[in-house]
T-cell receptor, first 106, second 112 residues
Framework: SQKIEQNSEALNIQEGKTATLTCNYT??????LQWYRQDPGRGPVFLLL?????KEKRKERLKVTFDTTLKQSLFHITASQPADSATYLC?????FGAGTRLTVKP | NAGVMQNPRHLVRRRGQEARLRCSPM?????VYWYRQLPEEGLKFMVY????????ESGMPKERFSAEFPKEGPSILRIQQVVRGDSAAYFC??????????FGPGTRLTVT
C-alpha cells in the first residue's frame, strides 16, 4: 500500500542552525509533494509545494528538495528561530505523514 | 478574504447522539476535504468532495459517517450514534485546484 513516512518524531536544534526534516514515500509516484506547518491546537498551514520535475524550491528561509529516485523529500529551515518550533507535515494527495515536531532552542 | 471556517469549534455529545460538523471553504474554492486527527497522531484523510459530488471517500468509516457539500451552503460531516472512539479533532480543508490545501481551525469533538 502507499505509504508516506517522516523519519523523526522529534528534532531538537539550537537557534541559528539549519533544521533538516525527511519525508519518504513508498509504492507511489506522486506528481508533487507538499509541506505544512501545524502548531498545537491549530489546523495545518501550507508552506511549499514541489513538483516531480523540480529538484528544489525555496521560500525565504525554507528549502525543499524532491528526489524521485530516492523517493524522498527534504525540508530545510536555515537560520532557525524559536518561532519555527512546530510540527511539520509532508503530504501527497490527501495522505499526510505523521509529522516531525521541531523544537528550536534559544 | 476569510479563510476556511469551521463550526462549532468545540462539540460535546453523549454516546448515541448525532454530531454535525460544518465547514465553509475559502471563497472560490470548490474542493473540500475532511480529516480526523487523534491526539499526538497524524492527519487521517476521510473524504474529498466537490460541489454536490463525493470524489473520494476511501478514508470514511463505512457506517455512521457521511459527508455532503451541497450547491449552496457549507459542507457537512455527519456522525450518527457517536461512540467514545469518535472523540478527535476534525479538520476541514479547501483548495482551488486539487493541490495545496487551506485548513480551518478544526472542530474538537468530545463524546462522553
Amino acid at each position: 500500500s502507499q505509504k508516506i513516512e517522516q523519519n523523526s518524531e522529534a528534532l531538537n536544534i539550537q537557534e541559528g542552525k539549519t533544521a533538516t526534516l525527511t519525508c519518504n514515500y513508498t509504492n507511489y509516484s506522486p506528481a508533487y509533494l507538499q509541506w505544512y506547518r501545524q502548531d498545537p491546537g491549530r489546523g495545518p498551514v501550507f508552506l511549499l509545494l514541489i513538483r516531480e520535475n523540480e529538484k528544489e524550491k525555496r521560500k525565504e528561509r525554507l528549502k525543499v528538495t524532491f528526489d524521485t529516485t530516492l523517493k524522498q523529500s527534504l525540508f530545510h529551515i536555515t537560520a532557525s528561530q524559536p518561532a519555527d518550533s512546530a510540527t511539520y507535515l509532508c503530504a501527497f494527495d490527501m495522505r499526510f505523514g505523521a509529522g516531525t515536531r521541531l523544537t528550536v532552542k534559544p | 478574504n476569510a479563510g476556511v471556517m469551521q463550526n462549532p469549534r468545540h462539540l460535546v455529545r453523549r454516546r448515541g447522539q448525532e454530531a454535525r460538523l460544518r465547514c465553509s471553504p475559502m471563497k472560490g474554492h470548490s474542493h473540500v476535504y475532511w480529516y480526523r486527527q487523534l491526539p499526538e497522531e497524524g492527519l487521517k484523510f476521510m473524504v474529498y468532495l466537490q460541489k454536490e459530488n463525493i470524489i473520494d471517500e476511501s478514508g470514511m468509516p463505512k457506517e455512521r459517517f457521511s459527508a455532503e457539500f451541497p450547491k449552496e451552503g457549507p459542507s457537512i460531516l455527519r456522525i450518527q450514534q457517536v461512540v467514545r472512539g469518535d472523540s478527535a479533532a476534525y479538520f476541514c480543508a479547501s483548495s482551488l485546484t486539487s493541490s495545496e490545501q487551506y485548513f480551518g481551525p478544526g472542530t474538537r469533538l468530545t463524546v462522553t
